[in-house]
């Protein structure tokens, strides 16, 4: 059983444009929800995080919006750049994260320039 | 500091082999743990550390053992290597929620 569901596999976005990596879960005591990012032969690395008491997070040109009810979190990325391109991989923990993180499968983006 | 260090990069070993893939952090964090990433898959936890002494298993521990004698180390252990524990081996450590990832080790197993 999945219970962190990431889409799409794969994207493709002009420069300056909006990314956009959807996730949805289905274990209602997670209260955690970070967005990784990995560069080809590195670890992944934590990008912008979120609790589910807010509805929407930003930090520079990442948002995460949150939407509880629904059981979703996307990841936007605003005037993306070719830098960005990269995995990203949605995750979710619960009681402090001492039984690790649960992640999505990733996003493999690409910005064309 | 150096964060989370791994040790081999690469390793190839045959069937029935055993080795231990090293992982160590200078934060002093208290929780650690291995995460395996494999195409198309993600990262699946492995097994982890609380503290010295305190260890658990994850999704799949199944052909990894682990131990913590240290705050500092946390080695994994595949004790008869197969073929499907082909991948790309991440150990990392926590401090609050933050999780800290090392380079990896690319293990093939033939």
């Known amino acids: 059983q999945q219970q962190v569901k990431q889409s799409p596999q794969s994207l493709i976005v002009q420069k300056g444009g909006i990314s956009i990596i959807n996730c949805a879960y289905e274990?209602?005591?997670?209260?955690?929800f970070p967005w990784y990012q990995q560069f080809p032969g590195k670890g992944p690395a934590l990008l912008i995080a979120?609790?589910?008491?807010?509805s929407e997070k930003k930090e520079g040109r990442f948002t995460i919006s949150f939407n509880k009810s629904a059981k979703q979190f996307s990841l936007h990325i605003m005037d993306s750049q070719p830098g960005d391109s990269a995995t990203y991989f949605c995750a979710a923990s619960k009681g402090g994260g001492a039984d690790g993180l649960t992640f999505g499968k990733g996003t493999h983006l690409i910005i064309q320039p | 500091n150096a964060g989370v260090t791994q040790t081999p990069k690469f390793q190839v070993l045959k069937t029935g082999q055993s080795m231990t893939l090293q992982c160590a952090q200078d934060?002093?964090?208290?929780?650690m743990s291995w995460y395996r990433q494999d195409p198309g898959m993600g990262l699946r936890l492995i097994h982890y550390s609380v503290g010295a002494g305190i260890t658990d298993q994850g999704e799949v521990p199944n052909g990894y053992n682990v131990s913590r004698s240290t705050t500092e180390d946390f080695p994994l252990r595949l004790l008869s290597a197969a073929p499907s524990q082909t991948s790309v081996y991440f150990c990392?450590?926590?401090?609050?929620?933050?999780?800290?990832f090392g380079p990896g080790t690319r293990l093939t197993v033939l």
């Open positions: 934060m002093n964090h208290e929780y």
């Open positions: 979120i609790r589910p008491d807010v």
């Open positions: 990392a450590s926590k401090w609050m929620n933050e999780q800290f």
């Open positions: 274990n209602t005591a997670f209260d955690y």
